[in-house]
């Protein structure tokens, strides 16, 4: 596709904490693209440098062809919604939203009739007059965009917008961006630490960690197929096991030694070889949890545990099951058969399997090693009902 | 009692000492000092019996519009020049890091650690026609030697600024630090220059600051009489000289409180007006606590 907005290797450190690592990304015309990590990574620090506000140790920014690296804030096409909102608060509603046709010089009779057409595409028509100290939060943040929007910017970048919202406006606010987006058709860069956020809005997610770039993808492709531990730890909750490669299968599957596990068959994807030390990743939701061992099958794993928490969630239960010295997580969504068995309950003897598919495996480095420190196993297996909290 | 009762109490125990403090050292003598106004003089310089319109009469003095135009344009240029200095000041204080701010604010206050009327014959000592600056100041030619730096409408100008400085900067500082200071970047986002933002949407944002530091600059300045006194010419009298030269030489202390009082009213509407309009825009008096 097009090259819409690129970075290219761009670096910047502050003092000796490096914000962005030779980052080369490229976002295409009308995309939702996110930049997803935890705090510190460096995605604010991108969207600043794109906004004009950081300057980049090295590295050109280039929007539509043109390299912007030196361009002041005032002379991009680019404008952004901050986190806090900064509305001006000695000014309305309405001269908020009229701030930058006034800058840009339009006439008087067209800034009135856009800042109208703002208004109501933000459905604040009747608190056009008010000042923003009278607003609440997502009103807020609807003028915030609506003034960034009137002046028809090339890419809307928006600073964790939804941070400062309770849960069910954030929700809210999640549908109406969706739709803004789908309205105005301009590029959306987006920063968040919410990977919620990030994979319900975005085509697209860069996944950041210590000013790198993990992971550029679709929400499905990082979710199903992250390519760092990192990232599968980051995104969604998994299962974590250290293990080796032993043999390799046909079909793209290996055999792979585990611990305290049968052999297990997983599919191999990354073109690891034998005698690769790796992670073997297994996400919650991927398992099946039953009393009884189930029916062999190709490429079916299964091991023996004892349920060690469990908690019901009503569209969901959670299970810990602990097989040696792991502790499992285990999601398994509510049917409509639930009801009818006696349920798995703790201290329950059971068998959990997974299909080697659902399955992936990263390869372990030394850098790795210490990634891994950072999420254990048990960090995702928490039985205080937290377990979808990220690490 | 009941609570609101007693909480009405409390309020009047609490707020009678401020009360009776302004009433006693403020209201009292500034009553006694407009009534003095239609006292007559007695024969000795004090204040005589019975009343008389003859002092009211007297302030129509042909000399007089002059002085108080000059008080009038001095005071507002005093007040201009201070906010022009005195905005920026705060701006840079404000956005300072800790350690430095601390420096930055304990050298804006250093000058009260000095008595004010040695700072002015300081002023007098520079400037004066043999003092230092005026030697050096001819001697690169900027001036001719014929030049007079001291005892002119200037030389109040400069050292009325140089007084009243600190106290603009103070509250200005004070509104700034208070200032989303991401508010101007978010001007900028939206296209503005950096002057462009700074002036409509940190001016505004400090107006608080700014209301406090025009009353505390213009108010005192208008009844400064030290400075004219001292850096001031024959030719550049203001109220305030006019006011101690009726007190201490002419003993006409009749025809000093009328002149006092005219300079009180001439503070006091303006200010009514300005915490009327404030009133009506709903919005808090300013005060000097935004100095603290």
């Known amino acids: ?391 | 009692m009941t609570p609101a009762r007693r909480a009405r109490w409390t309020e009047a125990l609490v707020t009678t000492p401020s009360l009776a403090w302004l009433l006693v050292f403020f209201v009292v003598p500034t009553v006694i000092i407009f009534a003095i106004t239609f006292k007559p003089v007695d024969l000795y310089g004090g204040i005589g019996k019975g009343w008389t319109l003859d002092t009211l009469k007297s302030l129509f003095n042909p000399n007089y519009p002059a002085i108080v135009w000059r008080t009038v344009w001095l005071s507002l240029a005093t007040t201009a020049v201070c906010l022009i200095l005195a905005v920026p000041c705060g701006y840079y204080v404000a956005r300072s890091s800790d350690r430095w701010r601390q420096m930055l604010l304990l050298l804006i206050i250093l000058p009260f650690w000095t008595s004010f009327l040695v700072r002015v014959f300081a002023w007098k000592v520079l400037l004066h026609p043999e003092g230092p600056l005026k030697h050096a100041l001819a001697a690169v030619g900027l001036i001719g030697p014929d030049t007079l730096l001291l005892y002119n409408e200037k030389a109040i100008l400069l050292v009325m600024v140089y007084t009243f400085l600190p106290f603009a900067i103070l509250p200005i500082y004070a509104a700034a630090e208070k200032f989303d200071f991401r508010l101007l970047e978010a001007a900028r986002d939206l296209g503005a220059r950096p002057l462009r933002a700074f002036w409509s949407v940190f001016v505004p944002g400090i107006r608080r600051g700014l209301l406090t530091a025009v009353l505390v600059v213009f108010i005192p300045a208008l009844g400064s009489y030290v400075i004219p006194d001292i850096v001031g010419g024959p030719n550049s009298e203001m109220i305030g000289n006019k006011i101690a030269q009726r007190t201490f030489s002419d003993r006409n202390l009749p025809h000093a409180s009328g002149l006092s009082a005219f300079l009180t009213l001439g503070v006091l509407l303006p200010l009514l007006l300005v915490l009327a309009l404030q009133r009506k825009k709903g919005e808090e008096a300013p005060s000097m606590q935004e100095v603290s």
């Open chain 1, 1 to 391: 596709m097009d090259d819409f907005l690129v970075f290219e290797n761009v670096s910047k450190s502050f003092g000796k904490v490096r914000a962005a690592a030779d980052v080369s990304l490229t976002i295409r015309r009308g995309e939702f693209f996110s930049l997803l990590g935890p705090s510190g990574c460096g995605k604010t620090t991108l969207l600043r440098i794109l906004a004009g506000f950081e300057s980049p140790d090295s590295g050109r920014v280039l929007l539509n062809g043109r390299d912007i690296t030196q361009l002041a804030p005032n002379e991009r096409k680019v404008n952004t919604i901050f986190q806090s909102y900064a509305l001006f608060p000695h000014l309305t509603v309405a001269q908020n939203i009229a701030f930058g046709p006034q800058i840009a010089g339009w006439p008087r009779a067209q800034i009135r009739e856009e800042v109208d057409k703002m208004l109501h595409l933000v459905q604040l028509t009747d608190q056009a007059h008010k000042r923003p100290d009278l607003l609440s939060g997502g009103q807020k943040q609807r003028v915030a965009i609506a003034r960034a929007l009137i002046n028809k910017p090339q890419v809307l970048l928006l600073d964790e917008p939804l941070a400062a919202l309770d849960l069910k406006l954030r929700q809210r606010m999640l549908i109406e961006l969706d739709l803004i987006h789908d309205e105005v058709g301009i590029t959306f860069v987006y920063v968040t630490h919410d990977q919620g956020e990030a994979m319900s809005l975005s085509d697209r997610i860069a996944v950041m960690d210590k000013g790198r770039i993990e992971q550029i993808g679709t929400p499905a492709q990082i979710y199903e197929a992250p390519r760092t531990s990192f990232v599968a730890a980051f995104i969604g909750d998994t299962n974590f096991f250290e293990g080796q490669v032993v043999e390799l299968l046909g079909g793209d599957y290996s055999r792979l030694t585990v611990e305290g596990f049968p052999s297990v068959e997983c599919f191999n994807d990354n073109k690891l070889n034998v005698g690769d030390l790796v992670y073997l990743s297994i996400r919650p939701e991927k398992f099946r949890i039953s009393r009884e061992r189930p029916e062999p099958a190709p490429h079916v794993n299964a091991v023996q545990g004892r349920v060690a928490d469990v908690i019901y969630l009503g569209s969901l239960t959670k299970y810990w099951v602990r097989v040696q010295d792991y502790r499992i997580a285990v999601w398994r969504p509510a049917s409509r058969f639930l009801l009818d068995e006696n349920p798995i309950t703790w201290n329950d003897e059971v068998w959990i399997s997974w299909h080697g598919d659902d399955s992936f495996m990263l390869e372990r480095y030394s850098e790795s090693d210490e990634k891994l420190m950072e999420a254990p196993p048990e960090q995702v297996g928490d039985p205080n009902g937290h377990g979808a909290a990220k690490p």
